[in-house]
């Protein structure tokens, strides 16, 4: 596609529930990222895919989040036993893969933004 | 660990004014600095690149350049528009990787006419 495409774009869920966001990065690209943005703060890596591993799973926060791609290319966040605190955009974003050229950008989508009640 | 700090907004500007939004960094080895701008209703795009010291980043009137021995990456502007007002982060990547970026708190701007 044109862009990094994510749905929903909005999610409102109860406490406790199980939330799948997706992600279908740019044609082409084998990095895949997945941030968590909080109101007022700067978003925060959650983890990263090249291909259809995760390469970097570092920035999740605990084990109710996980994330696969099984084919390299969407991929879906998953948080199960949604908590108050995991309100926030989730932004996902793909380059052409994981290295560090100079000419290897990031680039983001608009983010789903999920508020848990 | 890395750390990006950047001047806290809002800031609010008369348009034709100049634009500072200063950032410093805290990073092991040889970090990449970006400068990324979300305008209102759309996702984070890339505004400006350095990857090594003494380079300037410029991209739209705007430019940033890669200071090692202040740690800084402050982002200037001569002329800023009303369509300059976004959230603008600054962010890193270190440790021989360009995807773990670490953002700033973004700083508001916005250009009144």
């Known amino acids: 596609g044109a862009g990094v495409s994510q749905t929903p774009s909005n999610k409102v869920t109860e406490k406790g529930k199980y939330v799948e966001l997706r992600c279908d990065p740019i044609s082409g690209h084998t990095a895949l990222y997945w941030y968590r943005q909080s109101l007022g703060q700067g978003p925060e890596f959650l983890i990263y895919f090249q291909g259809t591993g995760a390469a970097d799973d570092s920035g999740l926060p605990n084990d109710r989040f996980f994330a696969v791609r099984p084919e390299g290319s969407v991929s879906t966040l998953k948080i199960q036993r949604t908590e108050r605190g995991d309100s926030a955009v989730y932004l996902c974003?793909?380059?052409?893969?994981?290295?560090?050229?100079?000419?290897?950008?990031?680039?983001f989508g608009e983010g789903s933004w999920l508020t848990v009640v | 660990g890395n750390s990006v700090t950047q001047m806290e907004g809002p800031v609010t500007l008369s348009e034709e004014a100049f634009l500072t939004i200063n950032c410093t960094y805290t990073?092991?080895?040889?970090?990449?600095l970006f400068w990324y701008v979300q305008y209102p209703g759309e996702g984070l795009q890339l505004l400006l690149k350095?990857?090594?010291?003494?380079d300037k980043g410029s991209n739209k009137g705007f430019e940033a350049t890669y200071r090692k021995e202040t740690t800084s990456f402050h982002l200037e502007k001569g002329s800023v528009q009303v369509s300059d007002s976004a959230v603008y982060f600054c962010a890193l990547a270190a440790g021989g990787s360009n995807y773990k970026l670490t953002f700033g708190k973004g700083t508001l701007l916005t250009v009144n006419p």
């Open positions: 990073a092991t080895g040889y970090p990449s």
């Open positions: 350095a990857t090594k010291a003494d």
């Open positions: 974003a793909s380059s052409f893969d994981g290295s560090p050229k100079a000419g290897n950008t990031i680039y």
